[in-house]
Nanobody, 119 residues
């Protein structure tokens, strides 16, 4: 019913930058909060940034000052711009969206995109 497709992951050198994108598609009536999470090997999935439909954004202390989350409501899309990346940022990055369909609403997740920070 709803698909979230992420893109933009890859290999980047320490100190580099990357933009992740995620777009939701399907019989969508409304998209609420959109978020980015990451999960490093052996670690729990953690929330790193969230943005509500009006554009109010919050981010985790671990990435503050290095990430910027934005969204395009017309495209049901969310972006995550990351800079000054370090090896500890290596993880699978997932987007999540609260999506309202005609008769239901719920959390939907993307399949994840790998980000590897290494020289």
């Amino acid at each position: 019913q709803v698909q979230l497709v992420e893109s933009g992951g890859g290999l980047v050198q320490p100190g580099g930058s990357l933009r992740l994108s995620c777009a939701a598609s399907g019989r969508i009536v409304r998209v609420g909060d959109m978020s980015w999470y990451r999960q490093a090997p052996g670690q729990h999935r953690e929330l790193i940034a969230n943005i509500n439909p009006t554009g109010r954004a919050t981010d985790d202390n671990s990435v503050r000052g290095r990430v910027s989350i934005s969204r395009d409501n017309a495209k049901n899309a969310v972006n995550l711009d990351m800079k000054s990346l370090q090896p500890e940022d290596t993880a699978i990055y997932y987007c999540r969206a609260v999506v309202t369909l005609s008769s239901t609403a719920g959390n939907y997740w993307g399949q994840g995109t790998q980000v590897t920070v290494s020289s």
